[in-house]
DNA sequence: GCCAACGTTGGC
DNA sequence: GCCAACGTTGGC
């Protein structure tokens, strides 16, 4: 799960009450449905910080609530407002995440381009724009063993 | 349903 | 700041 850490950040959930937060202003469609359809709680994701430098994995969380409506849609003051998403009919999903840990170090993205055992990793697919994507166990595996070394 | 124009993302 | 890669929009 992406997020740039100018704007939500790795430290600024770990400063929220019980270190758990919504998940909120995703706004595409294929991102949308794994959120509102495919995550569940116990599921484990990464933390990425995307559009910095250098862009990296930087920790873990934890689904703790399954898709329900971003209420962000519907407040027009709200930068991710879409008025076409309504409470009666609502277009845009969002999940709830608690910090499982914060890596010793991130992974950056320059470092996982460099293991050829990352091959395939959806993440590292040229002019990938997902802001939420699904990864293979062997690389959740391998990607954590780096950030332990 | 096609596709050109436009907007956004995000690495570099 | 540049630009590739996509997604979205809207005319037809």
């Given at each position: 799960m992406k997020s740039e850490p100018s704007v939500f950040g790795i430290d600024d959930l770990a400063e929220c009450p019980n270190e758990t937060t919504h998940w909120d202003g995703v706004r595409n469609y294929q991102a949308r449905n794994m959120l509102r359809d495919q995550m569940k709680v116990g599921d484990l994701a990464f933390f990425y910080h995307s559009?910095?430098?250098?862009?990296?994995?930087v920790g873990i969380m934890e689904i703790v609530r399954e898709g329900?409506?971003?209420?962000?849609?519907?407040?027009?003051?709200?930068?991710?407002?879409?008025?076409?998403?309504?409470?009666?009919?609502?277009?845009w999903y969002m999940v709830d995440v608690k910090l499982v840990k914060k890596f010793k170090r991130p992974v950056s993205l320059e470092e996982m381009k460099r293991?050829?055992?990352?091959?395939?990793?959806p993440l590292l697919r040229r002019g990938n724009r997902l802001s939420v994507m699904p990864l293979e166990a062997k690389h959740w595996h391998f990607i954590l063993t780096l950030s332990e070394t």
């Amino acid at each position: 799960m992406k997020s740039e850490p100018s704007v939500f950040g790795i430290d600024d959930l770990a400063e929220c009450p019980n270190e758990t937060t919504h998940w909120d202003g995703v706004r595409n469609y294929q991102a949308r449905n794994m959120l509102r359809d495919q995550m569940k709680v116990g599921d484990l994701a990464f933390f990425y910080h995307s559009n910095c430098k250098p862009p990296a994995i930087v920790g873990i969380m934890e689904i703790v609530r399954e898709g329900y409506p971003d209420h962000t849609a519907h407040d027009p003051d709200c930068p991710y407002y879409d008025p076409k998403s309504t409470a009666e009919n609502p277009r845009w999903y969002m999940v709830d995440v608690k910090l499982v840990k914060k890596f010793k170090r991130p992974v950056s993205l320059e470092e996982m381009k460099r293991h050829p055992q990352l091959e395939g990793l959806p993440l590292l697919r040229r002019g990938n724009r997902l802001s939420v994507m699904p990864l293979e166990a062997k690389h959740w595996h391998f990607i954590l063993t780096l950030s332990e070394t």
